[in-house]
């Protein structure tokens, strides 16, 4: 069974810097994508940025571009979100995302519980 944690979400003022971690187990993941999505207040949930297990091969949405950058410790089993130049427009729920191969899609993806990042103006 997949077990995604994710914690370091709260409070940052606009400009300011926020740093995800999401804790895996219950699979060896060299074979897995990992990513993270977030979701805000009456918007969709949507992609955030993604990392292969194997590789380290990244990609990001456009909004977070040269902000966020996405990571893994291999041997912690943990991927990390550094979050700076944070905008209120970044304000949201995020869930870390899992899934086999290297396309990061909602489908078939395990989550986890989310945690809420907010961003003061």
């Known amino acids: 069974q997949v077990q995604l944690v994710e914690s370091g979400g709260g409070l940052v003022q606009a400009g300011g810097s926020l740093r995800l971690s999401c804790a895996a187990s219950?699979?060896?993941?060299?074979?897995?994508?990992m990513g993270w999505f977030r979701q805000a207040p009456g918007k969709e949930r949507e992609f955030v940025a993604k990392i292969t297990w194997s590789g380290g091969r990244t990609a990001y949405a456009d909004s977070v571009k040269g902000r966020f950058t996405i990571s893994r410790d291999s041997a912690a089993n943990t991927v990390y979100l550094q979050m700076d130049s944070l905008k209120p427009e970044d304000t949201a729920v995020y869930y870390c995302?899992?899934?086999?191969?290297?396309?990061?899609?909602?489908?078939?993806?395990?989550w986890g519980q989310g945690t809420q990042v907010t961003v003061s103006s």
């Open positions: 995302a899992a899934r086999q191969g290297t396309i990061l899609i909602q489908r078939d993806a395990y």
């Open positions: 219950g699979r060896t993941f060299s074979s897995y994508v």
